[in-house]
């Protein structure tokens, strides 16, 4: 016979069994290639007005080098869970949207033009790095600005929850330019401002506002600034924790990387020239060793 439990041990007992179950839960990784496995599809975020790295094309499909990159890692995911015919689910959002996708497992991965950082490693993982940029300004080229000083008085415009947005605060703080910093939703609304009147310089990274300024209303009456704003190094966001998932990325990156990165940035990024000497340095640091 065993001894008959009173009513508070085996609350107790369910208790603890209860807490040791959710912690347990708590503590798995995610498996973000069982669920696409099980799935039969990926979900991916993009930026719809990002050129040339991500963007909506005229056939209303994402277009871009990020993009381009993404469709070989995808491949290489379909291979890896069996199914060579993985479906893609593109979901349009600003950088703060497709983190918070990514963090909250409704995109598996996003593909763009998003800053590797360390408050963003809090939220989610990066994948190898797959560009370098520098931060700068549009301004427009019968306008007075020429250099960084002169932006004392005046309103910039910056992509709201960006890097770019917190480095260009702390610019002007550090340079003594009293200036109005003026969020914007995206790079469109930023430069049709501008174009406006209503702002006198935006704020972004180089290449961006380089594609910005090429699909502008007037794109002679725009250029670009000569100072730097910031070193923007950019990765693709991925679900924290999950280490294969990881690796499978990483993975057909390098294989990139190896075989085949001159042509994809010729396709989208060769008007702007060769690779520079960093970007070529950060190709062949991440092409990381079998």
């Given amino acids: 016979m065993h001894p008959q439990r009173s009513p508070l041990a085996i609350a107790l007992l369910v208790a603890t069994t209860l807490v ?3 912690l347990a839960s708590a503590q798995s ?3 973000t290639l069982g669920k696409i496995r099980a799935a039969g599809q990926i979900n991916v975020g993009y930026s719809p007005d990002s050129l040339p790295f991500s963007s909506t094309g005229s056939e ?3 277009i871009g080098y990020s993009i381009e990159l993404c469709q070989r890692i995808v491949a290489a995911i379909g291979r890896t869970v069996g199914n060579p015919t993985l479906r893609i689910n593109w979901i349009a959002g600003t950088v703060a949207e497709r983190l918070a996708a990514v963090k909250a497992g409704r995109a598996d991965i996003e593909c763009a033009n998003t800053t590797a950082t360390v408050s963003r490693m809090a ?5 190898s790095l797959v560009f370098v940029d520098s931060g700068g300004f ?5 306008g007075p600005i020429q250099q960084f000083s002169e932006f004392a008085g005046k309103r910039v415009g910056v992509i709201a929850g960006t890097t770019t947005e917190q480095r260009l605060t702390l610019a002007l703080k ?6 109005t910093v003026v969020p914007v939703r995206d790079g469109p609304e930023g430069t049709a401002m501008l174009e406006a009147g209503t702002l006198d310089g935006f704020a972004g990274d180089k290449i961006k506002l380089i594609g910005l300024a090429v699909t502008a209303r007037n794109p002679a009456g ?8 910031s070193y923007e190094p950019y990765a693709f966001a991925l679900p924290r924790g999950d280490s294969s998932f990881r690796l499978a990325v990483n993975r057909e990156l390098t294989r990139i990387y190896v075989t085949e990165i001159d042509g994809i940035f010729s396709r989208h990024l060769g008007k702007l020239g060769r690779p520079s000497g960093l970007l070529a340095s ?3 640091l991440n092409a990381i060793p079998d």
């Fill in 282 to 284: 950060m190709y062949l």
């Fill in 29 to 31: 990784p995610p498996d």
């Fill in 222 to 229: 725009l250029s670009l600034l000569a100072a730097e704003l």
């Fill in 174 to 179: 550090e340079n003594g330019v009293a200036a």
């Fill in 60 to 62: 209303g499909r994402p």
């Fill in 20 to 22: 040791a179950s959710t």
């Fill in 138 to 142: 549009l301004v427009r080229a019968d």
């Fill in 123 to 127: 939220d989610v993982d990066f994948s």
